[in-house]
């Protein structure tokens, strides 16, 4: 039997961050709907306030992204910078400070020191980004790819409740705005849990567990304002 020596942790950050939006898309804007549907506002405003939902989800979370991607980078940048100076300023000491590091994982501490000479010989600021610092991949967050996968993916999401405004009469809205978006929940679940190579069921469990948390809640707060009283 061969033995399957591949990982997937690299497919899985941008699997993530899809499904993370579209998730985050599904939940929100069919809560929203779902609010103002048990209000029982009046029909006419309800795509307006899908549209609103999907427009204002989508740009908080382009900007969220774009901010948080920047600052990650900003962080590494300048933690590289301060390194690069300390290596050149003190070479003795960083190879000593990288030998610590070796050691204190079980290395002995001659054995350390070479290697730390060693790696540091073939790329010093590599060697001390990965162990010391834990920077695996250098600039590997651009901000504005972030930022715009994470507006589409929110967008593609939020579209399916909104959706089903233009597509069913008012009084069936509720019922098809969380079927649509239990089952894209449970879909989506899945397909990030089997991109992870985790259980598919667990993975499906838990969307459709936190997705009709969220409905329920909003339908409560909703009925609350029942502005046909
Ligand atoms: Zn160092």
């Not at 589409?152 to 705005?177: D, R, Y």
Request: aromatic share 4%.
């Amino acid at each position: 039997m061969e033995y399957n020596h591949e990982h997937k942790s690299e497919r899985i950050s941008w699997i993530r961050a899809v499904v993370l939006g579209a998730n985050d898309g599904i939940v929100s804007t069919a809560s929203l709907i779902i609010a103002v549907a048990a209000s029982q506002a009046a029909g006419d405003n309800l795509f307006t306030v899908g549209m609103a939902g999907l427009v204002a989800g989508a740009m908080s979370m382009a900007a969220g992204e774009y901010v948080s991607v920047s600052s990650q980078t900003d962080i590494e940048k300048a933690e590289l910078a301060l390194e690069k100076s300390h290596i050149q300023q003190n070479w003795a000491l960083e190879v000593e400070e990288l030998a610590n590091i070796y050691h204190e994982r079980g290395v002995e501490p001659q054995l350390a020191k070479q290697v730390a000479e060693q790696l540091m010989e073939k790329d010093a600021i590599g060697s001390h980004a990965r162990d010391e610092l834990g920077i695996t991949d250098l600039s590997q967050g651009n901000p504005l790819q972030a930022a715009v996968y994470s507006a589409l993916s929110f967008s593609a999401g939020a579209s399916l409740p909104v959706m089903m405004i233009l597509l069913v009469s008012q009084a069936a809205l509720m019922p098809a705005v969380i079927c649509i978006s239990l089952l894209s929940l449970v879909v989506l679940g899945s397909i990030s849990a089997h991109a992870g190579g985790a259980s598919k069921t667990k993975g499906a469990i838990r969307v459709l567990f936190w997705g009709s948390l969220a409905m329920a809640v909003s339908m409560g707060v909703g009925s609350l304002f029942d502005v046909s009283i």
